[in-house]
């Protein structure tokens, strides 16, 4: 590996979830794929990634939002409809609930060690 590389953690601290769903559109409704989801999937996996946030993207299928989307939810955390507004400004709104969620997690103690008062 070079120097400078970084890879994500085997086990990342939470994940963010987007709606990539595609439809046949033969009920002329919307869908979040049509909406730009994949790509700004993509977009949030390369700024987690570059930032080194221990998070992941996982590209899923339909949250029954669709008239609302792009759909993503952070786990445990956020959930937004963009209303499809994929542009720079929501992808750092989101950006900001990911590096808040990342901080939060980091903050928890980790498992299996005593909580401060408690018995070694």
């Known amino acids: 590996m070079m120097e400078g590389d970084w890879r994500p953690t085997e086990k990342p601290l939470f994940t963010v979830r987007v709606c990539i769903n595609k439809r046949l559109n033969t009920d002329r409704?919307?869908?979040?794929?049509?909406?730009?989801?994949r790509g700004?999937?993509?977009?949030?996996?390369?700024?987690?990634?570059?930032e080194r946030i221990p998070a992941s993207v996982t590209r899923g299928p339909c949250m029954n939002n669709c008239l609302h989307g792009p759909n993503l939810k952070i786990q445990a955390?956020?959930?937004?409809?963009?209303e499809d507004q994929v542009n720079d400004e929501m992808i750092e709104k989101i950006m900001v609930a990911v590096r808040a969620e990342a901080e939060r997690r980091k903050a928890l103690p980790a498992e299996g060690?005593?909580?401060e008062g408690g018995a070694p």
């Open 29 to 37: 409704l919307p869908s979040c794929a049509a909406r730009g989801s």
């Open 40 to 50: 700004l999937a993509d977009a949030l996996e390369r700024m987690i990634l570059d």
């Open 77 to 82: 955390a956020d959930y937004f409809n963009l």
């Open 113 to 115: 060690t005593p909580s």
